[in-house]
């Protein structure tokens, strides 16, 4: 018997890995959310955008998700997918359409015109729970985390304060050796919400570097690693606070702790190859 | 203020010839010379090699790749480019 976790989950694109290691992850540890949001990107492709406006929107949305699917399902990408998947217990499905309506009580699709329509903040609105699990990459805008009685949880590739902005990921492997990652309630500061819980965990032993490029590894480590720390840990904090996850007692963060990181450089992330996965 | 010029590098992508004091805004609009990118480069480096630094390390590299600028030719690179690789690789 799954036991529903009062939980709106976002997730914007289909396509979206993370929401897709959050639901399978908490599926198999017996939970199903109690709603699903879907958001499909409508957005007009930038270029051309004349000869996009031709087009109903749901083709869009539709085009943008086979591409990204087709890109992940064939290819160097594929088998990096395959191989890194084995060597996890939770299998998650990357490369065709997934059934979030299995993985929730409840599941609405919704049309956006990128993850900044103002419609967003209507569609948060009118949810009856918003403790809402934000699935996605980079800021919120604040008028989204002002909604009234909304929470925004986030897990993010990294422990805070240490490991703060940009490929967390990457940043934790190279500085510390291990992935790590911290879940909180988002406020208007990037990655300095008041925290609930931070934790480290091991990798599986990856022997990546004589089987893929280098590009192939960099791309494919937020596709198929990354996300299964973010999921390990959102099933510990879970599992941890089960019903009482909207008011769950913090750690707060002052600005000034930590440290901020940016996009990491290639040739860095190949230093992290070559120490991790050789 | 090595970082905050690094965030200039990383989130403006431009580095200026003046700033207010505490460097949150620029009070020109003019880029700063080839030369003073390159000793910001040597010191970065310095701070890496001295400190283990690596967020330096990664706007060094980045600066050699062109980052400033929309890509604009930095004389006097070519050498820091050779160190930082070694650099990397040992680092």
């Given at each position: 018997m799954l036991r529903v976790i009062p939980l709106t989950v976002i997730v914007y694109c289909e396509e979206c890995t993370v929401a897709r290691f959050y639901l399978q992850y908490l599926r198999e540890a017996g939970y199903i959310a109690e709603k699903v949001i879907l958001l499909l990107n409508s957005e007009k492709p930038r270029h051309l955008s004349w000869a996009w406006s031709l087009a109903p929107r749901l083709v869009i949305a539709q085009l943008r998700r086979f591409t990204n699917l087709t890109a992940r399902a064939h290819g160097e990408l594929r088998e990096f997918i395959d191989y890194v998947g084995q060597k996890f217990e939770v299998k998650v499905n990357l490369t065709k359409k997934f059934a979030?309506?299995?993985?929730?009580?409840d599941f609405q699709i919704e049309m956006v015109?990128?993850?900044?329509?103002?419609k967003m903040r209507l569609i948060l609105e009118r949810?009856?729970?918003?403790l809402f699990l934000y699935t996605c990459g980079g800021l919120v805008k604040k008028s989204l985390l002002s909604i009234p009685d909304s929470k925004f949880l986030h897990i993010h590739p990294g422990v805070v304060p240490d490991v703060k902005g940009s490929d967390g990921f990457w940043w934790s492997l190279l500085l510390k050796g291990t992935p790590g990652a911290s879940c909180f309630y988002m406020?208007?500061?990037?990655?300095?919400?008041?925290?609930i819980m931070t934790r480290e965990y091991a990798l599986p032993n990856l022997a990546l570097k004589n089987r893929f490029s280098r590009e192939v590894i960099q791309r494919g480590a937020l596709v198929a690693i990354d996300p299964h720390i973010r999921a390990m840990l959102l099933v510990d904090v879970v599992k941890k606070y089960e019903y009482n996850l909207g008011k769950v007692r913090t750690l707060a963060q002052s600005a000034d702790e930590g440290d901020y990181y940016f996009h990491m450089h290639a040739s860095l992330k190949n230093r992290v190859i070559d120490a991790n996965w050789a | 203020m090595l970082h905050r010029l690094a965030k200039k590098v990383d989130v403006v992508k431009s580095l200026k010839t003046h700033y207010s004091s505490d460097l949150s805004?620029?009070?020109?609009?003019d880029v700063i010379s080839d030369q003073y990118v390159c000793v910001l480069v040597d010191i970065f480096l310095y701070s890496f090699k001295t400190f283990r630094d690596f967020k330096l390390l990664n706007t060094a590299l980045k600066i050699c790749d062109g980052i400033l600028d929309d890509g604009r030719p930095i004389k006097g690179l070519d050498d820091v480019r050779n160190s930082l690789d070694l650099l990397v690789k040992g680092a």
């Open positions: 979030y309506a299995d993985y929730c009580n015109d990128g993850f900044y329509d103002e949810q009856e729970n918003k406020n208007s500061g990037i990655d300095t919400g008041d925290i | 805004r620029s009070v020109s609009h």
